[in-house]
């Protein structure tokens, strides 16, 4: 018999895996692709960006091992805004003018998210990002979101709320409203209350707080003594674990409660936050399990948040919206087969991209597709999706205090 040389055996075998769908990585070589972005690393929002933190540092590692971007490595060039969004603008300059990074990426929450994309758009530069809470105020079209919320959340994602609440055990008559000043919990709370008084229920407490505050014991004691039937909580970061325990510290235990952008790991862990509702895009169950890249990375990101020590090492909306803005950078890229921004914007919006989400698409106003915010709740110490249906397992129901 004659014998294949070895090369061409190699070709071979290269052939048969990518027809069968495997990919054969080669080495990336080459100067690297420097991907600059900045992170709430210290400050009041430092607990969920350290999610953010350990799922970029997933991403590229896998990245690599699978032969780069256009077979270059990658780097990411990655600074601490300490959770202030001007900080986050001066850091964003030297990334592009200093640093000279190749590509932005998003750094965590509204307000830092709008100082980066004002950089962006000053230097034309493709800004993916994840956690931006105000659609409307996105007015650069090279802007591309990663947290499926659609063009109008102070809209849908209260009805998606609501519309849970009806169909659970005890469809509430009254709300109490209480949030941040944070500029987007600001925002989706005002939305909040305006689909409620048009849905019926009657506002019989609305109180505020500045962003930064630790004294929720006054808030408390009004919410108790408002006695609402469901209490819309405007929380960002750790602000809904400290309502909860100055709620336990009065012996208060609210009917029903919603969070809106909590750092998820560290309130799912709170024995107080037993049956507290709130939204997101993926959590680890089906039908999620089954979108691109989803099984895989939900093994990665357990293994290093349990490394990590964090509170709970599931993939949830914080680490799956992440993740999902790393592969629409990684799609635009490989779509436009170039660094260029302008061609990576360009291909990002006339096409469909495959995530942790599902498909997304790019050509709605501000660059928004579908709202894909479903509704989920602490039931045993766990996560899970109770709303739409469609989107549930095993049988899983909203449930009351």
Known sequence: MKKTPVSRRFTLLAALLSFAGLAVAQA?????????STLALTGPLSATAQVHKIVGEIYIEQANKRGGWLGRPLEWVLKDDQSKPDLARTLYEQLVTVDKVDLLFSPYATGAILSAMGVAQRYNKVLVHHTFGIPSLVKYDMAFPAWSLGSDPANTVPNTLF?????????PKTIAVVTSKFPSIQFMSAGAREVAKKRGLQEVLFLEWDFGNRDFGPIANRIKDA??????????????NLLLDAMKKIDYVPPQHFYLYPSPGPLVTLPEAKNALS???FEEQQPFLNNTGAADFVKLFRERATAAKLPDPSVEVQAAASY??????AAGVAGAKSLDDKAIAAWLKTNTVDTLQGPLRFNGPGNYGEDLMRIKQVQNGHWTVVWPKAFTAG???LQTN
């Open 279 to 281: 939204v997101t895009i």
């Open 28 to 36: 990336p070589s080459g100067p690297p692709i420097r991907i600059g």
């Open 163 to 171: 519309d849970a609440l009806a169909a659970g055990p005890k469809p």
């Open 227 to 240: 006695k609402p039937d469901f209490v819309f909580v405007g929380a960002i970061g750790l602000e809904g």
């Open 324 to 329: 999902t803005a790393w592969q629409i950078l």
């Open 395 to 397: 049988g899983a129901t």
